[in-house]
């Protein structure tokens, strides 16, 4: 009876492990599901939108294939359109179920003496390819983005492209099955082995059986065909042993490699309980746009500047630093550039940081112009502070561009929203904070000229303020210095007014606001006898910059301060704070 139940559970064991393997094998079905998209029309540009995208459930992963260079680029669908503007392009969609194919025209002139639209290195992509004949990538994009495929720009974009989903094929019970399957095998090995035992126990005492004659020792010497039959050929028993263990070693081998090899989805997965998610800590309001850059987009952004700025810093070349420097972070720098050609002493301008960045706060804004603030780790010595920098874009097609960079000189805490929320743009002439941005620079200016005694010195951090603390000092040095010599035929003062640029300022998640301006300071050397003249034979950098060596009028020398400030809201009790500065010679001229 052992052998029947034996033979019964080898018999279930393989048509259960068969069920599972077959799950897993033939009966499995595809693991990926393919959308083919042939485009028509020549035009240099396709949008696959994200609803195409995300179409199917989980990750994509894009085939291009056509002769020549294929580019291919992902980002937030309303930001591929507005670069697409001036570009006519063929949109792939999906509705009800189908895939829709549209020729869009371009909506916007080329704006005269503008470089011909390219899709390659463009600060709106939030990530590129670019290969030669295939291009394959996979992807992960969320039903608010979109793809962006090309060639040059100018030849027709790829007609032939694939969109793969996986396909996950659950087989529940696969895993059960197998195991299930092992079980029974090893439990049928188990009775066939007490089977066997049983049977040679019930066969009881044998008769004795009639005596052998004596075997004569073999002489392994002699040659015979009979020798090599004894010597190679073991009993009947043992070859039988030794085949039934090494059938079954590879079995229970064979079950266990199948049950090792289930994947989760081979197993019945128990529902899912609900549990309670975490409330947001930043409610964000309907009408609020989205963050202008992400964090991986704004360091590939930062170190493209980076990389740019130390190319035109080695060469002086003013024309390619303004393809990323704008503002008062430009004019400093050509002022440097011509210093430099003309004395072989002066030094470069510290570095642009690379793209580690250490804070984004990016502007929410779907509109242009954008701008978002960063801060950078500094150098590697112990005196090396980190730098805040703001760096904004002027419309779809133009590079992202510093305009601001400053040293952190403040410890302050500020309360700034998540890199995926972003920051609300303050305008200009905001009656909510402290003090307007567009009255920040010239309410500080009066204090800087003042002192004291400006109706804005109560409204500043004074004790916290690292910037005007180096200003006096320096303007103490410079009248000091300039009384030992020129006392007597004439006379230095000082003065600040606002700087050209416009401010920039970013909200704070406690209604202040992070605000960036810049702020002249002055320094004017003027005679007080009709019959003298102000030399600067002493002071290559005036002469460089004046263009003469003497003057009966006198000169006046501009240094460029890029502030950035804390501004609580108007209702706070703080105080306007200083975060950070930094201060470059701008200019001088003759006092006409």
Known sequence: MRFVWAVAAFVLAALMIGAGIAQRTIFEGPKTESQAIEVAGDAPY???????????????????????????????????????????YTEIGFDAGEITSASVAASEPAAAGAAALTPAGSDLWLDEFEQKDVLITPLQLPADMSLLVATDGTQPAPHSLTVTWPVRSSTPWAGPLIVGGSILLVVGLVLYVLGVRHARRSRGPRRKGVPLPVTEPIDLAVEGADKGVIAATPSRRRLTRGTQAFTALPLLAVSAVLVTGCTADAWPQPAASPTPSSSQSVVVPDDQGSPVVTQAQAERIVDRISKTVATADEARDAIAAATRL???????????????????????????????????????????????????????????????????????????KLTSIATLTSDTKLNLAPTYVGAIPIPADSPFLAIAPDDLAAAYADVLTKGTGSAYAASFDVADDAFQKQLDANRTQRLNDFNQTGAQTGSLTFSASAGTQPPVALATLDSGAIVAVTVDDLDTVVPTNADAVIKVDNNPIVQTLAGVAQSSTGFTTTYANQLFFFVPSQSSKERISLLGYSSNVLQSKVVG
């Open 326 to 400: 704008g503002g008062t972070a430009l004019a400093v720098r050509e002022t440097n550039y011509t210093l430099r050609g003309a004395i072989p002493t002066q030094t470069a301008l510290a570095p642009i940081p690379d793209g580690s960045l250490q804070v984004i706060l990016p502007e929410a804004n779907d509109e242009w112009p954008r701008t978002f603030f960063a801060v950078a780790p500094g150098g590697e010595g112990a005196d090396e502070s980190d730098l805040i920098l703001s760096v904004s874009q002027q419309d779809p097609w133009a590079p992202y």
């Open 46 to 88: 396709v949008l696959i939108d994200g609803s195409v995208l995300t179409s199917h459930d989980g990750s994509q992963n894009l085939r291009v294939q056509e002769d020549g260079t294929i580019f291919a680029a992902y980002g937030r669908t309303a930001d591929i359109k507005a670069w697409l503007a001036r570009a006519d």
